[in-house]
Every structure is written in C-alpha cells, then in structure tokens.
C-alpha cells in the first residue's frame, strides 16, 4: 500500500524557518518525480515545488523561490521542503504527493497524497 | 505560464442532479497533461481524472472528464452525498482556483 506521511509542520514566527519530511513506502521513491502542494486557509491548492527522480532536477514556485528547497533521500525514502524566511502567506497546510505522469502517459498527475502537515507563520 | 480558470466558482445542486464544471486553460494546452481533483476538508486530494479523459483508479463512472485545446469539462452524472466538495483542474504546476459543489 502506497503511503507518504508528512512531518515537521507547526507554528513559526516570521523570517524563521522549518524543516518538512515526507516519508514514503509501498512504491519505489527513486522511480518518480515528487511535488509538495499547499493549501492556505479559504484557498486552493498551489503547487510550490518539485524534484525528479534523482534529485538533479529541481522547479519551484516563483512565490517560494530562494527561500524554500526540495530535496529527497531515496535510499531512506525521504522527500524533505526546508522553508526559510517564512512570510505569513505561507501559512498553509502542505502536502507531499506522488506524481504519476510518466507512467500514465501524462505529463504531471499527482495519484497519492499525504494528510499534510499544518505550518502556521505568526508572531 | 498557463493560467487555469474554472467556472462556476459555486455550484448549488441537490443529490441525483447532474453537476457540469468547467476549466478553462489560457492557452492551448495537450489533453494529455490535463487532471481533475476533489478536494473535502481536513482530507487529502483525491485524484479524479487524467488525461482530460481518463478515470483514475477505483473512481466510480458517474464521473467523466472530457474537452481539448482550451476547454475541459468535469460532469458528474447524478450526484451522491459523498460528491459534495471543491474540484480542481490541474495542467503541470498550474492548479485552477476551484469549484465548490454544495447542496
């Protein structure tokens, strides 16, 4: 069974930073891209960042670029967001996703989400 | 960059009825590339749809997804208890803004 459990959320104040975790199991992490996904409080879902398989490859949001990175652990089955210089619009629930495109014959289609990971940014 | 624009942001309809959500893409996108989520919350996505078309696994066949160059359409046949939620059309890093289907 596919699972991605997320990790690290909780209230910061702003221009500080934290540290997510995506740990993933039941598929091979090393055979996809992976994205997070945000979702602020009364709005939609925003995409923020994705990595390819290896981890050479990485695209942000242009909302987030510069002060968040993506990176992954495929050995420990691992996917990681490092948020720095957190702004209160940053304030969401974010989530870590499979993407599945390659193998459906599409470009980007995320079939496996996590519950998410509540980050507040607040003084 | 594409921009995804979806159409009715509320959609008031009552079980059984049939539910019609458009998405429309700022420029010409491949119906490949093209996926639809549901959204309930405190729950995770869900994927829907990819491929314009094609229906996701375990995804009951009231749902059905279909459109091309710019414009794609998510229909809900008759609508169950359990429909009533927010929908997202999805083309890359692009999400639209969202359809909320209430009772």
């Known amino acids: 069974e596919v699972q991605l459990v997320e990790s690290g959320g909780g209230l910061v104040q702003p221009g500080g930073s934290l540290r997510l975790s995506c740990a993933a199991s039941?598929?091979?992490?090393?055979?996809?891209?992976m994205p997070w996904v945000r979702q602020a409080p009364g709005k939609g879902l925003e995409w923020v960042a994705n990595?390819?398989?290896?981890?050479?490859?990485?695209y942000y949001a242009e909302s987030v670029k510069g002060r968040f990175t993506i990176s992954r652990d495929n050995a420990k089955n691992s996917l990681s967001l490092q948020m720095n210089s957190l702004r209160a619009e940053d304030t969401a629930v974010y989530y870590c996703?499979?993407?599945?495109?390659?193998?459906?014959?599409?470009?980007?289609?995320?079939?496996?989400w996590g519950q998410g990971s509540l980050v507040t940014v607040s003084s | 960059e594409i921009v995804l624009t979806q159409s009715p942001g509320t959609l008031s309809l009552s079980p059984g009825e049939r539910a019609t959500l458009s998405c429309r893409a700022s420029?010409?996108?491949?119906?490949?590339?093209l996926a639809w989520y549901q959204k309930k919350p405190g729950q995770a996505p869900r994927l829907l749809i990819y491929?314009?078309?094609s229906r996701a696994t375990g995804i009951p066949d009231r749902f059905s997804g279909s459109g091309s160059g710019t414009d794609f359409t998510l229909t809900i046949s008759r609508l169950e208890p359990e429909d009533f939620a927010v929908y997202y059309c999805?083309?890359?890093?692009?999400f639209g803004q969202g359809t909320k289907v209430e009772i």
């Open positions: 996703a499979r993407d599945a495109g390659n193998y459906y014959g599409s470009g980007t289609l995320f079939d496996y």
């Open positions: 039941g598929f091979t992490l090393s055979n996809y891209w």
């Open positions: 990595i390819n398989e290896d981890g050479s490859k990485k």
């Open positions: 420029q010409t996108v491949s119906s490949s590339n």
């Open positions: 491929g314009a078309s």
């Open positions: 999805q083309q890359y890093g692009a």
